[in-house]
């Protein structure tokens, strides 16, 4: 049986998010969060995509998350849930929205920087197709900890796209065949039947 999800509705983030953002970001990432001042240059950086994902029934904020579109690469600079709605597909919402919104503006792949002992966001990124291509050691400066390169495949690659689509569209309020049009939007022609997506993808 399916568990109804906490309705949300992802949105642009905006400057008058800041104290929302700053009630849940200390909570996400400990004495390395990043300042109000980083947000304010994060939301106003031109290369800057910053999305929130608020509650449908009183707009409360529960997580954000966002990246710099530097050429065709979109680079994933934070996500975040706040502690009382962990587990609840939060954060999974937001990486979903985040993909389809890179796509939106140009992207072809998408990269992120993880810490090795963060097994929750790898099990969140590994399970929607990104893949650990490297290591940078010693890349956190507070406790030197090595970062996980993680990169998606192309993300218009017919194998990606239905991988993504099948895991969104099994939480169940999302349908496959959208998300499939949103990636492979002017890569192939869009056939209204799912099957056919099959064929494009052994040919
Ligand atoms: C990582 C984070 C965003 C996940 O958000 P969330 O809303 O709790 O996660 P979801 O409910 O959407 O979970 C989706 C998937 O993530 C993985 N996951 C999430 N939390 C997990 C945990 N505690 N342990 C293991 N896997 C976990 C699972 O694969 C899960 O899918 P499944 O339930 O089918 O197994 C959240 O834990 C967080 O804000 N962490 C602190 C900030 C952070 O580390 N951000 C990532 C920086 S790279």
């Excluded at 400057?15 to 970001?25: K, N, P, Q, R, V």
């Excluded at 990043?34 to 409360?60: K, M």
């Excluded at 680079?75 to 389809?100: F, K, M, Q, S, W």
């Excluded at 890569?187 to 997506?197: L, T, V």
Aim: with cysteine.
């Amino acid at each position: 049986m399916q568990v109804e999800l906490r309705p949300i509705e992802v949105r642009a983030l905006e400057l008058s998010d800041l104290d929302s953002i700053m009630a849940i970001e200390p909570r996400a990432y400990g004495s390395h969060h990043w300042s109000r001042q980083s947000f304010i240059s994060e939301l106003t950086n031109p290369s800057g995509h910053y999305l929130g994902a608020v509650c449908s029934r009183d707009s409360a904020l529960l997580g954000y998350t966002g990246y710099w579109l530097i050429g065709d690469e979109a680079h994933i600079t934070t996500l975040a849930v706040h502690p009382d709605c962990r587990r609840e597909r939060v954060g999974e919402r937001l990486l979903i929205a985040n993909v389809l919104d890179a796509r939106a503006n140009g992207a072809l792949w998408l990269t992120l920087e993880v810490r090795v002992s963060n097994e929750a966001a790898q099990g969140l990124y590994f399970k929607y197709g990104f893949r650990n291509l490297g290591v940078r050691r010693r890349y956190y400066q507070d406790n030197s900890e090595d970062a996980l390169v993680l990169w998606t495949d192309r993300i218009t690659d017919i194998g990606f796209a239905e991988q993504f689509a099948a895991k969104a569209a099994a939480m169940g309020d999302y349908s496959k065949k959208a998300i499939m049009k949103e990636l492979l939007a002017d890569k192939h022609q869009y056939i209204d039947n799912e099957c056919e997506f099959s064929k494009l993808a052994s040919a």
